[in-house]
């Protein structure tokens, strides 16, 4: 008669913490590289929002989509027309802006001026944006209207700074932004210039770094790191004036790629 050998104890909690110990391992390699997945969505949707900044201006003899106007559509919707469609009725009207995209939708969304252009409303969205949220982009909001700490240092730049959505702003007499974009021809460096990049805030527009004085270091402030890095490790997925799309970080960024004119910084 023969007898199979039975594992000791010692035996399998050997195997147990050899397994323990791989599994440690490897889950966060899994997660990073889910991570990666999402953020690699994420560019191919921003590639898809910049091309249909490309096919609108194409349709409107090379002007860009300003950021928001005033066009009344009745039936209930507000009559601030976004750049890019969300529900902007959600929250009624505040500094500025009907909606806010980081709230739910509660209706029917109103269509944005480049939605034509885009295939579905998923290539809107960051797969790592949180549920809840309607959008997680923004057009370029440097525009003239806005003062800066840094136009005692850099007169020039007064009144002159703005991304290719806000060549002109206004607050109109309905309470909201009223903005006009640029002619093509009008953007100095294409490759140098940020069109849009992810954002978390009560408008579908940001400039967060108009105020500060700073030229090729932004300010080390917690606060500003946290909202440009907020969706992905350590960078946002940007959009540029030349159609292209890549990952930036914080430290990266320069002053004059928020702005259309180049010429004020020299």
């Known amino acids: 008669m023969s ?12 195997v147990i913490a ?49 950021a928001s106007n005033a066009t009344n559509i009745g039936g209930g919707a507000p009559p601030q027309h976004p750049w890019i469609g969300f529900d902007n009725s959600n929250t009624g009207l505040s500094g500025g802006w009907w909606g806010n995209p980081i709230y739910p939708a509660r209706t029917k969304p109103r269509q944005g001026m480049i939605d034509p252009y885009l295939k579905n409303w998923d290539v809107r969205v960051c797969p790592m944006k949180p549920a809840s949220w309607q ?11 806005y003062g800066s700490s840094y136009y005692s240092v850099n007169p020039k730049a007064r009144g002159n700074e703005y991304g290719p959505g806000v060549k002109t702003n206004t607050y109109g007499s309905r309470g ?25 805030g009560r408008a579908p527009v940001c400039n967060f770094l108009q105020p500060d004085n700073w030229f090729d270091s932004p300010p080390r402030n917690q606060s500003l790191i946290d909202h440009f890095h907020f969706l992905h490790r350590e960078g946002a997925v940007t959009i540029w004036g030349d159609g292209h799309t890549k990952r930036v970080t914080y430290s990266q960024l320069k002053r004059p790629w928020f702005s259309v004119r180049k010429d004020i910084y020299q």
């Open 3 to 14: 007898f199979r050998r039975a594992f000791t104890l010692i035996e399998l909690l050997v």
């Open 18 to 66: 050899i397994i323990a110990i791989l599994a440690a391992l490897l889950f966060p390699v899994f997660a990073q590289a889910k991570v990666s997945a999402k953020t690699a969505v994420c560019v191919m949707n921003m590639r898809q929002i910049n091309m249909a900044l490309f096919l609108y201006r194409d349709d409107h003899d090379d002007t860009w989509a300003p």
């Open 135 to 145: 959008l997680a982009v923004a057009y370029s909001w440097f525009n003239g209207a």
């Open 176 to 200: 909201f932004f009223e903005a006009t974009g640029i002619n093509d021809s009008e953007m100095d460096e294409p490759a140098e210039t940020l069109v849009a990049w992810e954002h978390g």
